[in-house]
């Protein structure tokens, strides 16, 4: 059951990612702005500051958005759902529709303006207590909810 | 609110009267520190005069009032009910809150007496969930004898709502002979020898830490100030002569007030154990009632819990060092209720194998033996990490070697060598086995704990591996089990597949809803 094709995600996780990287860059790049307009650093060096911006910017909007998205991945099987992910550290979990308690898809604004959600599978055990399976294309996450809500219901009949 | 009262569905009722008298004098041991405090500022002042000590009594008094009022008031506001579908309690003086615990939510119900509550023979009963300590229903406090009928009242309840085609199985039995089985066979008992056995391999130095902290908290006590006394003692010298005296003892007097502290530390150490142990499991009883286990103990503060057998989702046996090679073993339970704040349940804390196999059979778990096909983590995993953990110490011993720290250097050494033995060791015992309807972890070297898992009590399965572990392939396999953890650290990767697959395939059989609850 390890060798089965995973289903890639939708792109527009990728664009969603670069924005939330800029994001993340933003505070740094108005804080080298202000340190190079006030010339805190000698001469030749007024605009280094801004190094740190530039690299953070290459890492979160430039490579790990797509590294990220390469690496994960997701397979629905009749009665099992497994989530793939990690760049560094790789997380390989699988849920059985019968263990799952209840089922969540959210959006947050970016989402939305992009068609995505995720899902997030919650079971009974300690580790693992919720499982989210993020940059899904917002109708195939309802369709997979109601799938695996459908398993659950016919099984508890 | 008479004893003799037979409790009513969805009648709304009052905790016992005497629980004023409980609150009143916890609230008023706790008020005592900071009265106390205040008094000693006022005769530190040295102006306590008799006006002073006059206001100072009817502030008391005033106080003490109060105190009794806010108790009957959080009393008469108190109210609970056993409903049809769930068991209500409000509660509050101004802000009231209003909890609902429906019947097929509740995991079990306990009853616990402290010291003072036992005197005035009342019980607190609890209901818990599963929602983890704090989020449980708590009754504080009723009679004895109304706590029990609330348990057996509640328990009915909650067997008659969560009706699964198991449980169905099993009500015929105990509704035709409900009194004679109410009280079950005793499945494990400690008397005062086991007891006493236990307390000494307890063994504990928790009163020496409690000591210092009270020296701490508590100096100003103390007619003398300590630390300028232990200053003077650095400072005059007496230090010197203290060790002027020691020195004039000669070596067998010097290794007789060595032996003589360290006989001193032993024995307040076992004290402090057999204390303990015996505070907390005084007649200790496990009971095999058709409700389920249920385990009476303490002294001080007893408590009587029960625990539906469906609810255990697996069990550990863990062991130590020392009292190992006697053959003691304890069995716990991991389940989704919470004992004491820690989240298994002791139900055989001291006891033989012998004693535990059949307790274990009780609880559908069987122990492994020899049959058992026992697999290891991968060497890889083991090696590494001996590498990664030996790497300061042997550092730190090579550098003391070139600058000539000889002694230094060997007591490095030796602690590298230990790690990596160590290490060793624990690739050598540490195992994991996967039988037709269990996992079973074993772990520790010198003290090897066991946990039994089943299958079907499992709720996801995860296979992670860091950047380390991808290179040298192996992962960490980790089981989603309700209310504990099941984690096998690295084992290879074909291996850990195998074993997900097979847990999967027992998993995704059967359902949740029908898992017997």
């Known amino acids: 059951m390890d060798t089965e094709p995973l289903t890639k995600l939708d792109p527009a996780y990728t664009t969603v990612m670069r924005i939330e990287g800029a994001l993340t860059v933003l505070p740094f790049l108005i804080g080298a702005i202000a340190l190079g307009v006030a010339g805190i650093f000698p001469e030749p060096w007024t605009w280094a500051p801004m190094a740190v911006p530039a690299i953070f910017a290459v890492l979160f909007i430039g490579l790990l958005p797509i590294k990220r998205f390469r690496s994960r991945g997701f397979h629905m099987s009749d009665d099992r759902v497994r989530v793939v992910k990690g760049v560094m550290f790789h997380a390989d979990t699988v849920v059985p529709f019968s263990r799952v308690q209840h089922l969540d898809v959210e959006q947050g604004p970016l989402e939305r303006a992009f068609g995505i959600a995720r899902l997030i599978l919650h079971t009974a055990g300690t580790h693992n207590a919720s499982v989210t399976l993020p940059g899904l294309a917002h109708a195939d996450a309802v369709a997979m909810r109601e799938e695996i809500r459908a398993h659950v219901k016919r099984e508890s009949l | ?517």
Not at chain 2, 27 to 42: C, D, E, M, Q
Not at chain 2, 127 to 136: H, I, P, Q, R, S
Not at chain 2, 274 to 298: A, H, I
């Open chain 2, 1 to 517: 609110m008479t004893a003799a009262a037979k409790i009513e569905v969805g009648e709304w009722r009052r905790v016992n009267k005497l629980t004023l008298v409980v609150n009143t004098l916890l609230t008023a041991g706790r008020a005592l520190i900071p009265i106390g405090f205040a008094l000693y500022s006022i005769s530190d002042d040295g102006g306590a005069t008799g006006i002073a000590a006059l206001l100072f009594g009817l502030g008391g008094i005033a106080l003490f009032a109060l105190m009794i009022g806010g108790a009957w008031l959080s009393w008469y506001r108190m109210r609970y009910r056993i409903g049809e579908n769930d068991v209500r309690l409000e509660q509050g003086i101004i802000s009231r809150s209003a909890r609902s615990v429906p019947y097929d939510r509740i995991q079990d119900v306990s009853l616990e007496q402290k010291l003072i509550p036992r005197i005035l023979g009342l019980v607190e009963v609890k209901f818990e969930t599963g929602a983890g300590g704090k989020d449980e229903l708590t009754l504080s406090y009723v009679s004895e004898a109304e706590g029990e009928r609330l348990r057996d009242t509640v328990r009915e309840m909650a067997e008659g709502e969560g009706a699964s085609p198991i449980d169905a199985a099993h009500r015929p039995l105990s509704a035709s002979a409900p009194a004679a089985q109410q009280q079950g066979e005793t499945l494990f008992a400690m008397g005062p020898k086991r007891l006493f056995i236990f307390g000494l391999f307890n063994f504990s130095l928790v009163v020496f830490a409690v000591l210092l902290g009270a020296m701490q908290q508590l100096e100003f006590l103390l007619p003398f100030d300590l630390w300028d006394y232990l200053s003077d003692w650095l400072r005059d010298g007496r230090i010197v002569e203290a060790g002027k005296a020691v020195s004039g003892y000669g070596l067998a007097a010097k290794i007789i007030a060595a032996i003589y502290a360290l006989g001193v530390v032993i024995v307040v150490g076992m004290a402090s154990g057999m204390v303990r142990t015996f505070v907390r499991d005084w007649e200790f009883r496990l009971d095999r009632t058709p409700k389920g286990f249920r385990r009476r103990r303490g002294l001080l503060t007893k408590t009587d819990v029960v625990m539906p057998v469906q609810r255990v989702q697996a069990l550990v046996v863990k062991t130590g060092v020392i009292r190992r090679r006697f053959g003691w073993h304890g069995l716990s339970v991991i389940s989704l209720a919470q004992d004491n704040g820690s989240s298994n349940h002791d139900i055989a804390p001291f006891a033989t194998m012998a004693e535990i196999a059949p307790i274990a059979r009780e609880a559908g778990f069987t122990l492994p033996d020899d049959s058992a096909l026992w697999r290891r983590a991968s060497s890889d995993y083991y090696f590494d990490r001996a590498i990664l953990r030996a790497f300061f110490p042997a550092t730190a011993a090579l550098l003391a070697f070139v600058t000539g720290f000889v002694p230094v250097g060997l007591a490095l050494a030796a602690v590298t060598m230990f790690i990596a033995a160590g290490e060793y060791f624990l690739w050598r015992f540490v195992r994991h086995a996967l039988d037709p309807e269990q996992v079973i972890s074993r772990r520790g070297w010198l003290a090897p704990s066991l946990r039994i898992a089943n299958r079907v009590k499992l709720h996801s399965v995860e296979i992670t591996q860091g950047p380390l572990a991808r290179w040298r392939g192996y992962c960490t396999l980790r089981f989603g089990l309700a209310g504990g953890r099941l984690a096998f650290p690295g084992l290879g990767l074909e291996d850990a597949r195998e074993m997900r697959s097979a847990a999967l395939n027992s998993i995704a059989a059967v359902d949740f809803a029908k898992l017997p609850k």
